[in-house]
């Protein structure tokens, strides 16, 4: 649970750096339908990520663990530059190396757009 916590908090951050160093160098995803290698990679990706989803909000749950795999529930709204809301839902699986940083994470993720009357993260 502590680590779900940890990785809500820093995600909330919207700090591609600071979320990345939970990451091994060599860490891989799968986001969506893209694909990813390394560290600098995620970094990357979440910069963007950031750029266009905007005021991301995220709440995570912890949906099952064993040994070194974390499952992962998930919801997050955001705005685009049009002023168009989304919530977002997905679930993660994780799987950490003995130092604890993340070694893959792969995350399956749908967006409904929503009304900005109808938001829970404010």
């Keep these: 649970m502590q680590k779900v916590q940890l990785a809500e908090d820093a995600w909330n951050t ?3 750096q600071k979320v990345s160093m939970a990451y091994t160098e060599d860490t891989e995803w799968r986001n969506r339908d893209i694909f990813l290698n390394g560290r600098a990679e995620a970094a990357k990706f979440l910069e963007g990520k950031w750029k266009k989803e905007l005021d991301y909000k995220l709440k995570k749950e912890l949906w099952a663990f064993t040994d070194n ?3 992962v529930r998930f919801e997050y709204e955001w705005h ?3 002023g168009n809301w989304f919530r977002s839902y997905g679930n993660e699986n994780w799987e950490f190396e003995p130092n604890g940083l993340m070694k893959k994470r792969y995350a399956s993720i749908n967006d409904i757009p929503i ?3 109808d938001r829970k993260f404010k």
């Design 115 to 117: 009304n900005e009357k």
């Design 69 to 71: 795999r974390i499952a």
């Design 14 to 16: 919207r700090d591609p």
């Design 80 to 82: 685009d530059v049009n």
